[in-house]
């Protein structure tokens, strides 16, 4: 992933210019022209839409005849395990960025548009380009993402961390299922999700006292 915008796509072939006749020549150094300036965009999209908007595209790409600089449409996913109301696990994928698709584009006005026009696309992210005059907001001018940015979007997606979600909020009630507490009940008063953790008021000696438990912990009540 080091050499963001030079990584060709995916199912791209391979051509050996020893065995390359004169137009295969000419036809692989403009591919790698349009490869070389190949850049990665953030495309914010409607809400749970993600993969929706993936699919779309990749098949307009076809259809718009420019599928050869809409090279790679992805979302990075973690893997997670989600912690139902009767105790059970359910395995799912976590979204990076829930809202967003990563496309790795040559950007011209042909790409633009078929990027903004998908359905379910709110548009790219950028610098919104003033207008002299008037109130209206301008376009947006997409911005391409930095190799650190890349890199680390998908470093995270690629160390596999188990994140577990809970359906619980600050206010629920809630009953310790394991641990030394196993059995007391309590309620929620704190949720860090990012750390699979939570803080919930228990009744021990008669004092409401605060107490860190693991999701794996606990069951909410209903």
Request: hydrophobic letters at 35%; glycine letters at 4%; charged letters at 30%.
């Amino acid at each position: 992933m080091s050499e963001i915008e030079t990584t060709p796509a995916k199912d791209s072939k391979i051509i050996d210019r020893s065995e390359a006749s004169e137009d295969d020549q000419s036809s692989f150094a403009n591919q790698s022209i349009k490869t070389n300036i190949a850049r990665w965009y953030a495309i914010q999209v409607a809400s749970s839409c993600e993969k929706k908007v993936k699919a779309t595209l990749e098949q307009r790409a076809i259809t718009l005849g420019v599928s050869d600089r809409i090279i790679e449409i992805e979302i990075p996913q973690t893997p997670a395990v989600k912690l139902k109301k009767d105790g059970s696990r359910q395995t799912t994928e976590e979204k990076v960025f829930p809202g967003y698709v990563l496309v790795r584009m040559v950007l011209d006005e042909d790409t633009m548009m078929a990027v903004r026009s998908t359905p379910n696309v709110i548009n790219f992210v950028g610098a919104e380009d003033r207008r002299a005059t008037g109130k209206a907001r301008g376009h947006i001018k997409p911005r391409p993402l930095s190799r650190q940015e890349v890199n680390r979007i998908f470093k995270r997606a690629a160390e596999k961390k188990t994140v577990v979600k809970l359906d619980v909020e600050e206010g629920d009630q809630i009953v310790v299922t394991a641990g030394p507490f196993k059995d007391f009940q309590g309620e929620v008063i704190e949720v860090s999700g990012e750390r699979n953790k939570l803080k919930a008021l228990l009744s021990i000696f008669g004092r409401e006292t605060p107490v860190e438990l693991e999701f794996s912990q606990i069951t909410k009540q209903n």
